[in-house]
Nanobody
Framework: QVQLVESGGGLVQPGGSLRLSCAASGSSFSIYRMGWYRQAPGKQRELVALISFSSSRTNYADSVKGRFTISRDIAKNTVYLQMNSLQPEDTAVYYC?????????WGQGTQVTVSL
């Protein structure tokens, strides 16, 4: 079993920055890919960014390209999401996801609110 613990959400003004973290722990496992998704009220969950754990290849939603950066720390089994130039439309619950083989695991979610 794999557990994910997210941190770093909060309230920020438009144009501000936040950094999300997601640490994976549990019995021996090999991570294939890690990612961040978000879900705004009344909307479906959507992909924000993905990173290959071994190659660090990344993929971003068009709406966050140039503003968000996903990265990972292999030694800590941790994925990060640096979010800059935040806008009100970025307000959502952000979820971390990791793929271990064919199984996906989700974090508990962390609220990000962008408002004056």
């Amino acid at each position: 079993q794999v557990q994910l613990v997210e941190s770093g959400g909060g309230l920020v003004q438009p144009g501000g920055s936040l950094r999300l973290s997601c640490a994976a722990s549990g019995s021996s496992f090999s991570i294939y890919r890690m990612g961040w998704y978000r879900q705004a009220p009344g909307k479906q969950r959507e992909l924000v960014a993905l990173i290959s754990f071994s190659s660090s290849r990344t993929n971003y939603a068009d709406s966050v390209k140039g503003r968000f950066t996903i990265s990972r720390d292999i030694a800590k089994n941790t994925v990060y999401l640096q979010m800059n130039s935040l806008q009100p439309e970025d307000t959502a619950v952000y979820y971390c996801n990791i793929e271990v083989g064919a199984v996906g695991y989700w974090g508990q979610g962390t609220q990000v609110t962008v408002s004056l």
